[in-house]
C-alpha cells in the first residue's frame, strides 16, 4: 500500500473507531470488511503452493518465504478462514477452493493413523518433520474441518472431525500433565487454561456443524472447568495455570500469572458456546456484508 493510500485507509479506521465509541457498529464493520479482502487476503494470493498444496506461513513482511516447511496448525487455520469467509462474508469460489485445496494437502499428508491425531510439522511436499507433539493442531484440525464442511456441504470433512474430536478428548481426559503441549510441555502437577478454553470454542462449532449434542456437552463441560477450576473469585482473576488436584504454593509464579488476552479470548468463546457452536457473535454477519 503506498503512503497516500494508507494514510486514506487509517484516517478511514479513526473515524470507524469514533462512530465504534458511539455505539454504531457499521462504519467499523465497513472498514474491516474492506481492510480483509483489500489488505489482508490479496497478501497471501502468492503463498499458496499450487504445486504440493498448502500455504506458506513462515514468512516476512513483505511476503517473502523464509521457510516453505507447513506447520498444520497454521494450514487449519487458514482453512477456517477461507470457508469462514465463504461462509459469512464473500461466496466466492476462490475461498472454498483454496480452503478445500488445503484441507486436501493436510488430510493427505497429515494425519498420524496410530497416535489418531495430526502431526506438527510437514515440509513442502508433505513428508512428516515433527509428529504428534501438540493436541492444540487437533483443536485447529477440528475447527476447520467443521468449518469447511459449512462451505462445501461434504459430510466426510465432518466424520474426521468428529474422529479427531474424540481422539483428543480421550488423551484430555488421560495424559494429564503428559498430554503433548507444543510449545511448552505442562509443568508436572499442573494443567493450563489454554486446553480448556480453546477446546470449548473448536468443540461447539463442531457440535453446531453436525448438531451432535455430544460436542456442545462437552464444550459446556470446558467452560465449567475454566469457571471451577481457573477463576480465582477472591481476585477477580482468571489464572493461566493451577494445580491439577488444587494443592500446591499459590505464590508460584507458574501459578500466579494471568494472561489478560487469553481472558479475552475466552469470554468470546465463551458466548459462542452459549448460543450453540454457531460462531455468529455480535454485530452479524449480515453486518459485514453490507
Given amino acids: 500500500m503506498d503512503r497516500l493510500n494508507r494514510a486514506g485507509h487509517e484516517g478511514a479506521m479513526q473515524e470507524a473507531l469514533q462512530h465504534l465509541a458511539t455505539g454504531r457498529l457499521q462504519p467499523m464493520a465497513a472498514w474491516l470488511r474492506r481492510h480483509l479482502l483489500e489488505h489482508v487476503m490479496p497478501f497471501w494470493d502468492a503463498l499458496y503452493d499450487e504445486i504440493h498444496g498448502g500455504i506458506f506461513t513462515c514468512v516476512q513482511g513483505d511476503g517473502t518465504v523464509i521457510a516453505r516447511d507447513k506447520w498444520l496448525w497454521s494450514q487449519w487455520r487458514a482453512v477456517w478462514v477461507c470457508s469462514r469467509l465463504f461462509n459469512t462474508i464473500e461466496p466466492a469460489e476462490k475461498w472454498r477452493s483454496r480452503a478445500r485445496r488445503i484441507a486436501e494437502f493436510c488430510c493427505d499428508h497429515g494425519w498420524l493413523e496410530e497416535e489418531q491425531g495430526w502431526a506438527l510439522l510437514l515440509d513442502q511436499a508433505g513428508a512428516v518433520q515433527r509428529g504428534y507433539e501438540s493436541i492444540y493442531v487437533d483443536a485447529f484440525a477440528v475447527y476447520g474441518l467443521s468449518e469447511l464442511a459449512r462451505a462445501t456441504g461434504e459430510d466426510h470433512w465432518l466424520v474426521l472431525a468428529e474422529r479427531?474430536?474424540?481422539?483428543?478428548?480421550?488423551?484430555?481426559?488421560?495424559?494429564?500433565?503428559?498430554?503433548?503441549?507444543?510449545?511448552?510441555?505442562?509443568?508436572?502437577?499442573?494443567?493450563?487454561?489454554?486446553?480448556?478454553?480453546?477446546?470449548?470454542?473448536?468443540?461447539?462449532?463442531?457440535?453446531?456443524?453436525?448438531?451432535?449434542?455430544?460436542?456442545?456437552?462437552?464444550?459446556?463441560?470446558?467452560?465449567?472447568?475454566?469457571?471451577?477450576?481457573?477463576?480465582?473469585?477472591?481476585?477477580?482473576?482468571?489464572?493461566?495455570?493451577?494445580?491439577?488436584?488444587?494443592?500446591?504454593?499459590?505464590?508460584?509464579?507458574?501459578?500466579?500469572?494471568?494472561?489478560?488476552?487469553?481472558?479475552?479470548?475466552?469470554?468470546?468463546?465463551?458466548?459462542?458456546?452459549?448460543?450453540?457452536?454457531?460462531?455468529?457473535?455480535?454485530?452479524?454477519?449480515?453486518?459485514?456484508?453490507?
Fill in 164 to 290: 479427531t474430536a474424540a481422539a483428543a478428548l480421550t488423551k484430555i481426559e488421560r495424559l494429564g500433565d503428559a498430554l503433548p503441549h507444543f510449545p511448552y510441555s505442562i509443568k508436572p502437577g499442573t494443567k493450563p487454561h489454554g486446553i480448556p478454553m480453546i477446546w470449548s470454542l473448536k468443540l461447539a462449532a463442531l457440535g453446531g456443524a453436525t448438531g451432535n449434542p455430544r460436542w456442545l456437552h462437552a464444550a459446556r463441560g470446558m467452560l465449567t472447568e475454566i469457571d471451577r477450576d481457573f477463576y480465582d473469585a477472591a481476585e477477580d482473576r482468571l489464572r493461566e495455570t493451577v494445580w491439577r488436584e488444587g494443592k500446591g504454593p499459590t505464590e508460584n509464579r507458574l501459578v500466579s500469572a494471568t494472561v489478560p488476552g487469553h481472558a479475552i479470548e475466552g469470554f468470546w468463546f465463551r458466548r459462542v458456546v452459549e448460543q450453540g457452536g454457531g460462531g455468529e457473535v455480535s454485530p452479524p454477519a449480515e453486518t459485514w456484508r453490507r
